[in-house]
């Protein structure tokens, strides 16, 4: 069973910085990729950022230049820096791994809440 552990979430003042973790109880390489997602309180939940096997990275045009995502393959670990954090940065963030087959299959994290006050 695939299991997806984040960390790191809390409160901090606009401008500053955060930093996610998700530990996967699987080599992240049993995934074609990994990411972040979020959703804030009454919107959809919306990609932050994604990172394939090969390591390539899709990030939200919102975040360009202001988040990182990188990863500790030994410990089975994805990161999110996030800096110059906005109010609008506030929701809750959910790690994703995903496996392409036949189709696409999620797996998701139980969330962690970060929220950025003005």
């Known amino acids: 069973q695939v299991q997806l552990v984040e960390s790191g979430g809390g409160l901090v003042q606009a401008g500053g910085s955060l930093r996610l973790s998700c530990t996967a109880s699987l080599s992240i390489f049993s995934f074609n990729a990994m990411g972040w997602y979020r959703q804030a309180p009454g919107k959809q939940r919306e990609l932050v950022v994604t990172?394939?096997?090969?390591?390539?990275?899709n990030y939200a045009d919102s975040v360009k230049g202001r988040f990182a995502i990188s990863r500790d393959n030994a410990k089975n670990t994805v990161y999110l820096q996030m800096n110059s954090l906005k109010s609008e940065d506030t929701a809750v963030y959910y790690c994703?791994?995903?496996?392409?087959?036949?189709?696409?299959?999620?797996?998701w994290g139980q969330g962690t809440q970060v929220t950025v006050s003005s």
């Open positions: 990172i394939t096997s090969i390591g390539n990275t």
């Open positions: 994703n791994a995903q496996r392409v087959s036949l189709k696409t299959i999620h797996f």
